[in-house]
């Protein structure tokens, strides 16, 4: 015959819950050019949508680089209300996501409005 053993609970508060925080182990997103500037505007909108991360009820932390070729970086910024910034200089843009969703649209200054991104 087994003895019975009361189970114990355990309360830890440091528990990052709710938090998936892949920080850089995602490179499975989409980029969808949302404007592409002309000779006034020398800037193009992008939307990124992280596809492995999941889309609500989650909050997502991760960071990813851009390359962008076919003119030089000035800035970079995120229009989306999510926490999380978006930085560019050269040919490298930087996007860091810590929100509630898995999607977010950046803005990229550039002197060139016709490049690409990958």
Request: charged share 20%; aromatic share 12%.
């Amino acid at each position: 015959m087994k003895t019975y053993e009361k189970p114990l609970v355990m309360v830890n508060n440091d528990l990052a819950e709710g938090v998936y925080a892949a920080s850089g182990a995602s490179s499975n997103y989409v980029l969808t050019r949302d404007y592409a500037g002309d000779s006034y505007n020398m800037y193009e909108d992008y939307w990124i949508t992280f596809t492995d991360l999941p889309s609500s009820n989650v909050k997502n932390q991760i960071s990813v680089n851009l390359q962008v070729s076919g003119a030089t970086v000035s800035k970079a910024c995120m229009l989306t209300h999510e926490s999380g910034d978006a930085y560019g200089s050269g040919n490298t843009v930087t996007v860091n996501l810590n929100g509630w969703t898995n999607r977010v649209q950046i803005r990229i200054y550039c002197d060139k409005h016709d490049f690409t991104i990958r």
